[in-house]
């Protein structure tokens, strides 16, 4: 295998990385934990689903049960024995974690030597990443916002009774898909992006190739807006001049202008419509789900709809400008998506 | 007194012996007796002045040793046995406390050494990693512990929502551990700035570089110059004390890291771990529900907006 693997190796193993390597084994251990949990509950409400009659009297869980045992345990000694060692090994793992790796430290700040890449800490890094595809006013302020109002609106826009605690995945496929989709393939994914793939320049380096500062990428990046007039050799290109015609002549100069904004409206309304219906037929795609809509008010369908499609706005963003190139959709003078 | 006693007449030297008798004996008896009572130290008023419970292997005794402690009594006296499992709650919420604990005690110690000023920051630092004994391990486990509770906090709101544990009546509990998390993440945040490094002033940098562009409240944020906003006036420079990451941003991040957002973070733990206890306790491990058994609610169904679950 050829390649610059040692680069690899220097980004992982740098100290301050530590925390995001470990969430790559952490995270798909804990799936892998919840998901033999939520298999052997789905194994036991299956069963149960088809004996109403042993359903009525059955011990409906799968931890190890025997008549005899008391339902509840003192939390003295029971529970704080387990706090109390969950405490020392915490403390065991930060001893050893400390004495073996030091925290790092860079020369002193200064304000003429920029860094590069100058990368925030690990946890933002999903944001810093989120500035690839938008202007900061959403990847550093609206989508940071849309996250914590999106996990806050969770428990009230979740109709679905079922899988109130403990580990289910056949009951609430919608909600667990969503939050895998959102934590590990966005919220996860981008982070590593961040730590291992994005370099110096805060270029793409595929894992192999070393990070050199000098590297030059030519990279055109197009707007939306230009792409009709570049496709048909110029015959439909976006410059106003039909609306030109409609207006005052000391105006005309703005006509361009005009129609970019008109024209990026459209794609948007157009998402917006397109990815609202997907989430509604998501929404209803098999029986439970729709019985779980049909208990949702017009308040949570529009609310998870909305999320929904604001949330896929980033993945559909990210395709557009990694493999096309496109950088802004619509453009406006006041802003641009 | 002394010439009283018998009759006779007795000397300076008699009494004193006398009283050496007297105080041999008390020596010897009380003691003797108090020494016994060591044994049994539970009997003790100093030890039953700290502990308002005596210390036996009986329910009762262990129910107010729990309800009876102002650090226990978040705890319930009784717990379901299967939610000691491990497998249930992963320990993440419990483990992001304690970091807490730890990150304070080791932050304490940290701003002894620490001054938030252009000129010491730095220097105090290198001085904690080559003077101060055990500075830098006290360095490394705050610098460790922090990432590591960033990490349980996220593997704890994904247990939280794997196990359905937001739902009736925990949503809004849910909601103070979002907020928390938030917290958790800018605490972090306004510490990376502290040691005036290149790696703290470029991440700082890079950071409130996006509040400029804050639609309204940042200079070049959409509609932010046509509201007035400039370089001096906007949320940027509110967050930094000025218009570059210099003195000022050091103090106000000084400020948030170690006063403020541990006071504002403590009150709403406060309010997290009591609505465990007053939403019921921990979720479950609970029985599982069918799905033959959801109930079609009946008059107005629980809305977001509207009042819910009085019945």
């Keep these: 295998m050829g390649g610059d693997w040692h680069q690899l190796w220097e980004i992982a193993s740098a100290p301050d990385n530590v925390p995001i390597v470990a969430m790559l084994f952490l995270v798909p251990f804990y799936v892998w934990y919840s998901f033999r949990q939520a298999r052997a509950n789905d194994d036991l409400i299956e069963k149960l689903e088809a004996d109403p009659a042993a359903a009525k009297t059955a011990h409906r869980k799968t931890q190890p049960y025997h008549p005899k045992w008391e339902r509840e345990v003192h939390t003295w000694p029971y529970l704080m024995r387990i706090e109390f060692v969950a405490a020392i090994l915490v403390t065991v793992l930060l001893m050893v974690w400390s004495l073996t790796l030091n925290a790092p430290l860079e020369e002193p700040s200064n304000p003429n030597v920029t860094m590069n890449p100058a990368k925030a800490p690990w946890y933002f890094l999903g944001l810093q990443e989120m500035l690839v595809y938008f202007d900061p006013w959403i990847a550093g302020v609206v989508m940071p916002t849309l996250i914590i109002i999106g996990l806050m609106a969770i428990p009230y826009i979740d109709a679905n009774p079922l899988g109130n605690g403990y580990y289910t995945y056949r009951q609430r496929r919608f909600a667990i898909w969503t939050f895998y989709g959102g934590f590990i393939g966005l919220w996860v994914a981008m982070i590593s992006i961040g730590t291992f793939i994005r370099g110096p320049g805060w270029m793409w380096f595929w894992p192999g190739s070393t990070w050199d500062a000098e590297r030059v990428e030519y990279a055109v990046n197009r707007n939306l807006d230009t792409i009709p007039g570049a496709l048909t050799g110029g015959l439909f290109q976006i410059n106003g001049s039909w609306i030109a015609h409609l207006m005052p002549v000391a105006n005309r100069a703005y006509a361009p202008i005009l129609a970019r904004i008109i024209f990026g409206f459209f794609p948007i309304a157009i998402y917006f419509l397109v990815a609202a219906y997907l989430v509604y037929l998501v929404m209803n795609s098999t029986e439970f789900a729709r019985r779980i809509f049909r208990r949702m008010t017009l308040l949570q369908i529009v609310t998870t709809d909305l999320l929904m499609v604001l949330m896929l706005a980033l993945p559909v963003k990210i395709l557009l400008r990694l493999i096309f190139r496109i950088k802004y959709i619509w453009v406006t003078p006041w802003f641009s998506i | ?311």
């Design chain 2, 1 to 311: 007194m002394a010439e009283e006693n018998g009759g006779k007449r007795t000397g300076l030297l008699d009494r004193v012996r006398e009283d050496a008798e007297d105080i041999k004996k008390l020596v010897q008896e009380k003691g003797k007796e108090e020494i016994e009572g060591l044994k049994d130290p539970e009997k003790t008023q100093l030890y039953r002045s700290i502990f308002r419970v005596k210390h036996e292997d009986t329910p009762r005794s262990r129910s107010l040793g729990v309800l009876s402690n102002v650090f226990l009594h978040l705890h319930p006296a009784k717990v379901n046995r299967d939610a000691t499992r491990y497998n249930f709650t992963w320990g993440m919420g419990g483990i992001t406390f304690y970091l807490f604990i730890v990150l304070t005690f080791t932050g304490v110690l940290l701003m002894f050494y620490y001054h938030p000023t252009k000129v010491q920051a730095f220097r105090d630092i290198l001085y904690l990693e080559n003077d101060v004994p055990f500075g830098k391990l006290l360095r490394n486990m705050h610098r460790w512990a922090a990432h590591l509770m960033v990490i349980a906090v996220w593997l704890h709101m994904f247990r939280v929502f794997l196990t359905g544990s937001y739902k009736r009546p925990r949503e809004f509990n849910w909601c103070v551990g979002v907020l928390l998390m938030v917290l958790t993440l800018l605490l972090s945040f306004t510490g990376y700035l502290l040691p005036d490094d290149q790696l703290g002033f470029w991440a700082v940098t890079v950071g409130t570089n996006m509040a400029r562009a804050t639609p309204g409240l940042g200079n070049e944020g959409p509609f932010g110059s046509l509201l007035g906003m400039t370089p001096y006036n906007d949320v940027r420079f509110a967050l930094l004390g000025g218009s570059i990451v210099d003195a000022n941003a050091l103090l106000r991040a000084y400020i948030w890291h170690c006063i403020a957002i541990p006071l504002i973070a403590s009150i709403f733990m406060g309010v997290h771990f009591w609505r465990v206890r007053k939403d019921g306790g921990i979720s479950g491990p609970a029985p599982v529900m069918l799905e033959s058994e959801i109930k079609e609610e009946k008059g107005p169904r629980p809305v977001i907006m509207r009042p819910s679950g009085m019945a």
